[in-house]
């Protein structure tokens, strides 16, 4: 469940070609179907499966990604960094407009599914609530850059040539911009190998007996509502939810059974402690480079503290 980085509209949009991601290419070796992984001990499980709020999980691997505050401190930056370059060519790239406000759902929304009542009151349309809650008015349409093809030019580096009698920096001004960020490889933010530890946990976690036992017995706990789902990504995944933009009432009384079946089964309690476990194992096996990592990321902010605060 890769987290998205915040990255200014306008250059996502000439960038995506260029560049895959906006993560520091920390090394190490993820942890991954191929690289064994220490035994894990079965923890002991939650008292209570659902928390107030999907936030409140805290899984192993979060000091090793960044918080939604210095991931937009970053990109606030990376902006500056930008503007300040293409000034260098004579394109006026505003800050104010060109750094659109980005949304980032809190962390763990909805990774073990629909999970507390207040999410299921929207049935498993409960991300796009959240993502409607949170995201800010819209800019006033004069407020949009406009990008030209010359300017898209010197962004991606795709010039070909000097522009206003200055040469190009290799893949532009924005890896320009996440150099003296302190990225590597034309990315920043969250570390490749934290990413590569959280996504595979996930993964891992679902095929654990611990999780597929709990699987089975919140499966039986919605059959006896008169709910047929073998798990709860059957239930969230269902077609009929995608066929209305709002949810409908057997939806809303779908996620409302399954936050009830959760609760009863300790399906969260479960599944994020198994989870936890094969994190802090990824963790052990990965702690020189997730310590390089750190590094990394005290360095990024560093610098993205230094140029908002220059800039004010």
Not at 161 to 177: D, F, I, L, Q, T
Not at 193 to 205: L, V, W
């Amino acid at each position: 469940m890769r987290r998205d980085c915040a990255v200014p509209a306008v250059v996502a949009v000439f960038l995506a070609a260029a560049v895959t991601g906006c993560t520091s290419a920390a090394g190490g070796r993820p942890a991954a179907a191929g690289n064994p992984e220490p035994a894990v001990t079965p923890l002991p499980l939650t008292a209570t499966a659902t928390p107030s709020r999907p936030s409140d999980l805290v899984l192993p691997i979060a000091p090793y990604l960044f918080t939604d505050a210095q991931s937009s401190q970053l990109a606030a930056a990376h902006t500056e960094l930008v503007s300040a370059c293409m000034k260098r060519y004579g394109f006026a790239y505003s800050v104010s407009t060109a750094s659109a406000p980005s949304v980032r759902l809190p962390a763990n929304e909805s990774r073990y599914g629909v999970m507390t009542p207040d999410q299921a009151r929207y049935g498993y349309h409960f991300m796009a609530e959240e993502m409607k809650r949170l995201q800010p008015a819209a800019a006033p349409a004069h407020d949009a850059p406009k990008v030209t093809p010359a300017m898209a030019s010197v962004l991606t580096g795709t010039a070909g040539g000097p522009v206003n009698g200055r040469s190009v920096p290799s893949g532009g001004c924005n890896a320009e911009a996440t150099a003296k960020l302190g990225g590597r490889n034309g990315r920043y933010g969250d570390p490749d190998i934290a990413e590569s530890i959280q996504a595979d946990s996930f993964t891992r976690s679902q095929s654990d007996v611990r999780v597929l036992k709990t699987f089975a017995a919140w499966s039986a706990c919605m059959r006896a509502g008169g709910y047929h789902y073998k798990d709860p990504n059957a239930a969230t995944n269902d077609p009929r939810w995608s066929s209305s933009a709002e949810p409908t009432a057997a939806e809303i009384a779908t996620a409302r059974a399954d936050v009830a079946c959760k609760r009863r089964t300790d399906l969260v309690g479960v599944w994020f402690s198994v989870e936890s476990a094969y994190q802090a194992a990824a963790i052990e096996l990965n702690a020189g480079s997730l310590r390089q990592a750190r590094s990394t990321m005290r360095r990024e902010l560093r610098i993205a503290a230094a140029l908002i605060g220059s800039s004010r």
